[in-house]
């Protein structure tokens, strides 16, 4: 099976820079995504890791270490509109590549 | 451009009864699926479609069926509800290998009592 561990809950003040880590255990790992969730919507993707380093997207950088079965999302110049849940979730190929989920972590920015 | 569109919104089933899940997709996109996300907790794949006219199972598949219909249409049914399966389901689609992630619809809120 699969396992995804990340922190249940970070808090961050506006202005600052929050990681959030992921580690995984899975067999037939392709890559690692990550979503975000606002309260009452639907997850919205970010950012997805097939190769080990670091992708930047604007304010979002997501980084992927394979020997280490790990990775993280590195949000930057954090504001109020990124408290949300983000969801790691790993792409994996059992007859058909399909994503797994951790549990989230809830981000709350504060002022 | 409306993505993945999900009929209802929000339900309210009786214990044994049974509903359909509509989902939609404009997109284009092979590969459809259907999660349920409960409480604090991550999506849990339920079923998914890799193609018109194949569907498989998930990890969560037990109490539900698919329908791929064709392309466009994903649906999910519950035969006979129980309070366990009260959450919030999500239908997702995406290209088979394509590194974007899926496109998630606005998800049913569904409350079995």
């Known amino acids: 099976g699969q396992s995804l561990e990340q922190p249940s809950e970070v808090t961050a003040v506006e202005g600052a820079i929050v990681q959030i880590n992921c580690t995984y255990q899975t067999s037939g790992f392709y890559g690692l995504s990550w979503y975000q969730q606002h309260d009452g919507g639907a997850p919205t993707f970010l950012s997805y890791?097939?190769?080990?380093g670091l992708e930047e997207t604007g304010r979002f950088s997501s980084f992927l270490s394979r020997s280490d079965s790990y990775g993280y999302l590195l949000l930057q110049e954090l504001q109020m509109k990124d408290s949300a849940s983000y969801f790691c979730a790993v792409r994996v190929w059992h007859n058909f590549n399909k994503f797994y989920f951790g549990s989230g972590t809830k981000l709350n920015v504060k002022p | 451009n409306a993505g993945v569109t999900q009929t209802p919104k929000f339900q309210v089933l009786k214990t044994g009864q049974s509903m359909t899940l509509q989902c939609a997709q404009d997109?284009?996109?092979?590969?459809m699926y259907w999660y349920r996300q409960d409480p604090g907790m991550g999506l849990r794949l339920i079923y998914y479609?890799?193609?018109?006219?194949?569907?498989d199972k998930g990890e969560v598949p037990n109490g539900y069926n698919v329908s791929r219909l064709n392309k466009r249409e994903f649906s999910l049914r519950l035969e006979s509800a129980a309070p366990s399966q009260t959450s919030v389901y999500f239908c997702?689609?995406?290209?088979?290998?394509?590194?974007?992630?899926?496109?998630f619809g606005s998800g049913t809120r569904l409350t079995v009592v």
């Open positions: 997702a689609s995406s290209e088979t290998m394509s590194n974007y992630g899926y496109t």
């Open positions: 890791n097939a190769l080990d």
């Open positions: 479609s890799a193609s018109e006219g194949t569907t």
């Open positions: 997109m284009n996109h092979n590969s």
